[in-house]
């Protein structure tokens, strides 16, 4: 995790020189505005790299020793399958069609994202830990 966090600080130094020459070259607003909002999401996922492969274990991707089987076995916990997902998607899909057909159109589309979000902060309340 360390080596792709200093791949992204080395891209954002990068996009960070490009929108400088950019800026100064072109004097055009809207490209140098997403130019730095580039480098801003890159250097925020490279920290976020750095940051947690300081916390956690050393994985096999980071040993210049590790074969292949060693990062073999179980990842984590996948949602095996969810709806929210679904929901939310298409609220968002309607709510960004709103200011295309009018701002009425999100009087419907915040009931679907309201409802994908609920479904998905409750997803696994279910079972042993639903109160009744």
Known sequence: MKIQGHLFNILAVFILG????YGVWSREPVGTT???LAFALALMIGFYLV???R?????AQDRKEADVADDAGELGFFSPHSWA???LGAG???AFLGPVFGWWFLYFTAPL???GLWLWVFE???GENRTQ
């Open 18 to 21: 490009v929108a400088i020459v």
């Open 34 to 36: 997403a130019l730095f």
């Open 51 to 53: 940051y947690t492969a």
């Open 55 to 59: 916390r956690v274990d050393t994985g």
């Open 85 to 87: 997902p679904l929901a």
């Open 92 to 94: 968002s899909m309607c």
């Open 113 to 115: 994202i309201a409802v």
């Open 124 to 126: 696994y309340y279910r």
